[in-house]
């Protein structure tokens, strides 16, 4: 069996509920190609949900990681 339309179908339908696409939704897989979708998707959601004390007690190297998702979010 195939299921890359499948597959394609539902990724094009859950982009398509984050902004600006929920207002004219994505209707082709090339249109990820670019990576302008993925940074809209990545924006859209919380791009920081630990604290700086949760790092802290994680990883002796808070700072490196934190640097690192900030570049990872830019």
């Known amino acids: ?3 890359q339309s499948d597959i394609e179908h539902a990724l094009l339908e859950f ?5 600006p696409y929920d207002r004219a939704p994505l ?3 090339s249109q990820f190609s670019s990576g302008l979708v993925f940074a809209h998707l990545l924006a859209s959601v919380d791009h ?3 604290s700086q004390r949760d790092l802290e007690l994680e990883c002796p190297r808070w700072i490196e990681k934190l640097t690192n998702l900030k570049k990872i979010v830019q």
């Open 48 to 50: 920081f949900p630990l």
């Open 1 to 3: 069996m195939n299921y």
């Open 27 to 29: 209707t082709q897989m």
């Open 15 to 19: 982009a398509s509920t984050f902004p």
